[in-house]
Each structure stands twice: as C-alpha cells, then as structure tokens.
C-alpha cells in the first residue's frame, strides 16, 4: 500500500500565534481517514496547507508522492471546502461544467451529467443553486469534487449541517467512492460518532498538536481497551471468583447481580472466559464483547491533557 | 491560462444574473446620461446652433464632452454596482477558496474577475457613448450645422474612459481580492466621484477640451500612475491573503 498523503513536522504561525506545531501523519491509499479535533484544534489550517490556501512555515507535505505545491498535483485532488463553493446564480450543471473546464475534462456533458446522477441530483441539472438546500449544496459540491476523477479527496466536516437524512445519503456516497473506486478520503470532523462509523484511520489534532494516529481498530482496542460482560443465571461460587481474579488475561472487575464484568488487557475472547465458566457448572445464559468507543479515547485523551498541565 | 476563460465566464453569469444589480446599473446610467445631455445641450449646444453665426468647434466640444461623459458615467457606475457588492457576498460565501484550492492560480483569479467587470462596463459604455453621440449629432447639430466628427473627439470620447478604468478596475478588484472588499470599493467610490467632479467642471467651466491632446495625455498619464501602482501591489497578491481576507 503507497502513502497517499503525508505530513512531517509541519508548523504553521499566524504572527505570533503557531496554530500547527510540528504535525505529521500518514495516510495510506485507499483509506477512510478521519481527522478529529475540536473547534480551533487546527483541521481548517491543515486542511489549507494541503491544498496550497496558505503555505506552512515549515515542514514537508506531499500527495501522491509530490510536494503540495505543486500545480500538477492540484488536478489529482477533489476537495469539499467547509464553505462549499458553488455559485448561487449558476445551475448544477453550470457549476459542475465550470470546474470540469477548469480541471481540463474531456466529455465534459456525459462526466457532468454521470455526477449529478450519483449525487441523486440530475433531476435538479437547470435550477440555479442559491435555490438548493444545504444537503443538496453538499451534495452537488462532492459532485464538484469527482468530477475530474481525482485520486485524493480532501473534505472539510463534510456533513455539517445536513440533516440526518442528508447525512446517510452523503457518507452511503463517500461509501461507494472507495468501495467502487479505490480513491483515498481525507476528512476532517468533530463528529466522534461519524468517524468511527466510516473511518479505518484516524489522526486526533488538539490545539496544533497530534496527539493520536494510526488504525482505528487497533488504537481503540491498544489504548482504549474493551470489556467483556457475561449474564450468570443462578450463584457464582466465591471459590470461582477468586480463581478468576487470579487469572490476570481475564481482567475480572465485577460481579453484580449476576452479572460478571472482565476487561481483559490482551487478546482474551469471549469463548475464552465463557469456556472457563461452562467448564466450572455455571450456567451462563448470554455473552457479549463491547468495544470502547472513539469518544472513550478522545475523552481520554483530553483527561490526560488536563492532567499534565 | 487556459482556465481563464472559463473563471470569466462563471464570473459574468454569477454577476450579471442578478437582475436587481442590473436594474440598478441601467436604471441610474440612464437617468445620469439623460440628465448630462439635457444639461449640456440646453446650456451650450442649443444657444450655440441658434445662435447667428453658429460656431461649429465650440459645438463639437461639447458634443465630445457629453461622449466623454455618457461612457465615463456608465464605466464608472458598472464598476460601482459590479465589484464590493459582489465581492463582499462570494467572500463571504468563501468562494475563492474553492477557485484557488484548484488549478486556478491568484493571479489568474484576479485577472478573470477584473475581465468580468470590465468588459460588460466596456460594452455598455461604447453602446451608450456612440448612442449618445449618434443621438445629439442626428437630433440637435445635423439639421443646422450638418454631422460634427473628428477623430480626437472619437478616440477621446470612445477609448480614454476604457483605457482608464481598466487598470482602475484591476486595482479595485486587487485590493478587494487581498484585503477588504470594501476598501475596494472605496477607491472606486472615489475615482467616480473624482472623474464626475472633473466632468461637471469641465461642464460649467469648459477649462479643458475633452478632444484636445492635453486632455488625451492626462488621461494616459493617470492611467498609467494606476497601472503602476497595480503592477506594484499585485506582487503582494498570495493565496494566503485572499483565503485570510476572507476569513467570516
């Protein structure tokens, strides 16, 4: 798998403020990433410097391989700006021509037509655009975006503001567009939930500062750990509590009513504690495995910052 | 380059859709020009054709003045009506970030936008002015002094309002792209009423003829300070200062 994006010790100061203070991150083709941080953590400046808004003070950036400043490598990237750039007073299929002949497109009309087509918006092609709805905008702006067939997209809290229907209809897009089409979406959000629904990367920007990055799955499960909760129906012996405090690969908490809690610190599976249980008469009656969530960890790591001031 | 045409175009559909702004831009050039007209011919082209001995240099140079006139108060309001008002919104709407972030550069931007005012302003302002001149010259001076033409009367009439407002418009669309959008529109506010104010004393005072080289080369000469100034200012011009600038 090639890089697709990557930031090294990239710095960025307004005056005498540094916004970005030596980030770097990497991400793969054909990845979901999603770029979490809070309001003024640094995702709008980051977001700038990759597309060549406003240059870093320091650092190395490259896209596919090249330096982001590059004119050439403007064409390999399709973005959705958190403003959505669209001209009110022109159509859909005005807009979309517009950037088409800018990006240099050949077969301009089919192209244009084929995205207002996947964005559920052909029927709309010859209304003006200060007439859409903000899901709709958002919409004909990702159509804007693929128009040029890009490799990399670049989004900016893509769904702000969209109601929830909107929503589901732009992430089932985003969906398909590295399902089908193997491209690489770079996205920045606050919304935790969001992320961890489509994303399989992440990196977490806290005022200028990464303070996490690398695979979703494994740094849920690396530093925010998982429980694993199992429904007893009748006693558990005290004898079989104390031989599972002593077996530390179970990570045994608590038992309440009937309930016993484990969090197990390495790669202990449910089958693993219920075969135990089964093995000892208790008669279990249901087992499940819950996953701490992307919020678990971001609040975690806010704590740790409250922490070390 | 090759993305400046279509910049232009999106430019000129965005701005001159808008039926309001256009209203407003016929509506006052007309009333301004019809006003000017009326003004000069009642108080000198008139008495001058009634007159005994009509003298027909002095009517020329006022029938110069009113083509002078009738392109610069048009230039001068499209620039007004065409630049803040609409730079002030697609800031606002952060549009340029969404041109710039692709393969269209600042200056190619910036370019596109002064095209897309100053070429519809041309347009009008040679319709009107040559309106203007066909008009008075067929309906007041031909039936008693015959057509009154002369080449400096036309080029003075016809091309120093656009030789002028072009780096004009370049310098109010420079500074509204890289700063403020409104203190562009200050320093057209300001041209318009600077070259009005000249208009009306040459009106009353008729101190300097609109067709002579004195005129022509004062004209050249502010056009060329101007043009000065924005080849100066626009090294300044980033992509960084268009995104800050506009920043909500």
């Known amino acids: ?309 | 380059m090759s993305s400046l045409a279509p910049t232009i175009v999106a430019h000129l559909r965005n701005s001159y859709r808008l039926k309001g702004a256009v209203f407003v831009m016929f509506g006052v050039s007309v009333l301004l020009i019809a006003g000017l007209i009326a003004l000069v011919c009642v108080l000198a082209i008139v008495p001058e054709t009634r007159s005994p001995n009509p003298n027909a240099a002095e009517a020329a140079r006022y029938l110069g003045l009113i083509v002078y006139g009738t392109g610069l108060l048009v230039m001068g309001i499209n620039l007004n009506v065409f630049t803040a008002n609409n730079l002030v919104k697609e800031k606002a709407q952060r549009l340029f970030e969404s041109i710039l972030a692709g393969p269209v550069g600042v200056r190619t931007l910036w370019m596109a936008k002064s095209l897309a005012v100053f070429l519809p302003g041309l347009v009008f302002c040679e319709a009107f002015a040559i309106a203007s001149f066909l008009g008075v010259n067929t309906l007041i001076i031909a039936p008693r002094m015959g057509f009154l033409a002369s080449p400096t009367m036309i080029f003075n009439g016809l091309a120093l309002v656009p030789i002028l407002y072009f780096p004009l418009c370049c310098l109010v669309l420079l500074v509204g792209l890289s700063a403020n959008p409104i203190s562009g529109n200050v320093i057209a506010n300001i041209a318009f009423a600077a070259l009005v104010t000249l208009l009306i004393n040459l009106v009353t005072r008729a101190g300097l003829d609109v067709g002579s080289s004195v005129f022509t080369l004062v004209h050249l000469a502010l056009a060329g300070g101007v043009g000065l100034l924005v080849f100066v200012l626009q090294l300044r011009l980033t992509k960084e200062r268009v995104v800050l600038s506009s920043r909500t």
């Open chain 1, 1 to 309: 798998m090639s890089t697709a994006i990557r930031l090294e010790n990239v710095r960025k100061t307004f005056r005498s403020t540094e916004v970005l203070r030596g980030i770097g991150f990497a991400v793969e083709t054909g990845d979901m990433f999603g770029y979490l941080g809070s309001n003024g953590a640094g995702k709008t400046t980051t977001i700038r410097i990759l597309l060549d808004l406003i240059r870093a003070t320091s650092g190395e950036i490259s896209i596919m391989g090249e330096r982001a400043d590059r004119d050439a490598i403007r064409r390999r990237i399709g973005f959705v700006l958190d403003s959505d750039g669209l001209y009110n007073a022109m159509t859909a299929e005005e807009n979309l021509t517009f950037y088409a002949r800018i990006y240099g497109v050949r077969d301009i009309g089919p192209k244009v037509a084929g995205q207002l087509e996947a964005v559920g918006l052909a029927d709309r092609a010859r209304d003006r655009v200060g007439l859409f709805s903000r899901g709709m905008r958002q919409r004909l702006a990702l159509a804007r975006a693929l128009v040029h067939g890009p490799d990399v997209l670049i989004l900016d809290e893509p769904m702000s503001g969209i109601d929830p229907s909107g929503q589901i209809e732009l992430r089932r897009i985003l969906q398909d567009v590295v399902r089908q089409d193997g491209k690489t979406i770079f996205f920045s959000s606050h919304d935790l939930d969001e992320v961890q629904r489509i994303c399989n990367r992440i990196a977490l920007i806290d005022r200028g500062e990464i303070r996490l990055a690398g695979e979703l799955k494994t740094l849920i499960r690396e530093m925010g750990g998982h429980e694993i909760i199992v429904d007893v129906g009748g006693g558990v012996p005290e004898s079989l509590v104390n031989e599972l405090k002593g077996a530390p690969e179970f990570g045994f908490r608590t038992l309440e009513n009937g309930r016993l809690v484990f969090s197990p610190p390495g790669s202990a599976e449910v089958s693993d504690i219920v075969g135990r249980l089964v093995a000892r008469g208790v008669k279990v009656e249901g087992a499940r495995r819950t996953e701490a969530s992307l919020e678990d960890l971001y609040a975690a790591i806010l704590k740790e910052r409250e922490g070390s001031k």
